[in-house]
């Protein structure tokens, strides 16, 4: 990138969008720096602001300058300040302003200017000259009028530019003021309200337009009674319980410290665990039969004959097992396909070699790079190992169970003897449309919440999305603590008027506010008791029901890496995806990770699915779905907006188990599986 580039770069994020929240010079704090005159004082005090000590009295020269740039400008002694920053870190120059520095500093203003000027009317004028549209059959009146259509257009841009940005009517709203077209956000007249501000945002935009809101995109309900089955607000609650599941990340912990020889060996282990679950899963490696008769060479013979694992790149003519983690054979951005795969074997078997596998006789198979898979084939020539006929692609790990004593003790222990259920509302983020940062999506969502009175609402991240303009371009008056506060007061709010409910908050790695490592850890503690954070992945229980989440788009990057041939009728693709995750016993198996991933490989016990949740949660940019495999219910509950209008929710009620179901006596004495998929009712509905 050119010191041209760089400097371009910054002046559009320094540029007249932006902003300073205030000053603590001169009886400055709280100002809007729009609005202040041009004086000396408020041009000194915009500079000291930035640790730049300019002074009227040691440099009255240098401000006057500075005054006249700004008038010549029309710049505010806040934009001045942004303007110099830049410049001087392009020129390495440091200190106050000289005389000469502004001078270059003007021309350098007036160039970036003129240079935008000229590519806006040379792109209205190319695209709509009478004469090249002329080619295309249009005629030069058609083709005046459309010039005449884009010059409004651009006009109107050039005003919202100097409008007051969302972020802008939001910090003057929490002040007394409005937001979205005259929505406020009251502020709290009497002690008790202070506690506990109410923030509502009456919608606008296309959000405010959008269709079929409330309507059900799809559902899921093994049993017919289920299908118009709702909780009804007044209902009996049953008593919840939270428990984290210890694999999870408690606490923020310190990353960029791996070693390259670390990771090998964490690589490398990964390799033997799932590689040894996956031979005792299948039997891949039974021992042969013995023909001696005396006991004593038996016993010798059998442990002689006892077969390991082979060397995936040494030459064997007899068929042979091998294990290993699947890789491409071209470095970089290179897509796997049936061609390019390779296996890497462990140290302990390979000393770490590669060999390509040759899948020409395999009917079926589904791979990507990361996956721990065996082989059971030949390698005549230590160069090609040929599968037999299958790959076995991973172990599950074992499902979630209680005691019969537990689930007596959740669901039968009251009066309602079983008729209780849990309701559960799940929502991804963004939480904002692409227009604002209004979140008028999180308040369509928080209006149903208190009409619907869920027990438990999940909330998934992004909260303060890196990927939303504003933020890409930095048009904010606040910092992302504050947009993310935002978020926080609404769902203290909400647990304070609904004395059932629980919510629980889980970041995402596009949280701009938050830790862009994964796994991630929990956000900052909350300070309520029914408002709970945890880490990306999570495992938790609510009562006897274990959740496994991860709000990282692991289906999609899977999407991207897979390669798969299937003989007759195609599977389901999107649970093809997600059965991997099961198979791999991994919240995010993928290896390379995708880029916009930061894998913090010494914390990959912590993206390990230790036992096999009742409910997964697998938030996606892809369509929402709802399935069940394996035991589980798995949802896709999409995002809560999508681009300019709204998107989708989740929406999960879990009955009591059948009474029947429940053995007593000695037969209590085993564990139970949940049975969640046959006690479920699953909706994802249009916010």
Known sequence: MTAMDTRADVDDIVGSGGGMAGWSGDGLVGADEDTLPLTDDTLTAAFTAEGFSLSAKQHPGVVQRCKRLCQTMDLTPAELVRQWSAWQ??????????????????????????????????????????????????????????????????????????????????????AGGAVGGGATVPMSTSPARAAHPVVTIKPGGSFATRKDAGKAKCTYFPDPQYKAWKPAADRSRIPLQMAVDPHCVRAAYPFMFEKLLDRSEILDDRIETMGNRIVKEFGLLKPKPVAESDGAAAADATEAEAPSLAHVALPVQEEAVIVGRVCCDAAGKARLNAQSVMLEGSRDTSNGARVQLDLSAVRDFSVFPGQIVAAKGTNST????????????????????????????FYFSGADNGTKAIDIFVATGPYSTTENLEYDPLSALVSTIRAESPDVVILLGPFVDSEHPQVKEADLNMTYEEVYDHVVQTCKSLVDDMQHLNIILVPALRDVHHFNIFPQPPLPEVNHDRVFCFSNPAMFQINEILFGISTTDVVKHLGSQVTARHVGEKPDRMGQLVNHLFQQASFYPLYPPEESVNLELTRIDNLTMARRPDVLLVPSDLKQFVKTMHGSVVVNPGRLAKGKTGGTYARLVIHAPNRNDIPEGAAARRKLRHNVPGRTLVEVINV
Do not use: C, W
Request: net charge positive.
């Open 89 to 174: 870190i392009n020129h390495q120059h440091s200190g106050i302003p000289t005389l000469n520095a502004l001078g270059e500093l003007e021309s350098q203003i007036k160039a970036t200017k003129v240079e935008r000027v000229k590519q806006e009317a040379t792109t209205v004028d190319t695209l709509f000259d009478a004469s090249f549209l002329g080619a295309f059959g249009v005629e030069a009146s058609t083709a005046k009028a459309m010039e005449q259509h884009q010059q409004t257009q651009l006009k109107a841009k050039k005003r919202e530019r100097t409008a007051p940005s969302s972020a802008q009517r939001m910090r003057r709203a929490r």
């Open 382 to 409: 230590g160069t090609f190992f040929t599968p037999s006929d299958t790959l076995y692609p991973g172990a599950l790990a074992k499902p979630a169970s209680s005691s019969p004593d537990a689930l007596r003790e």
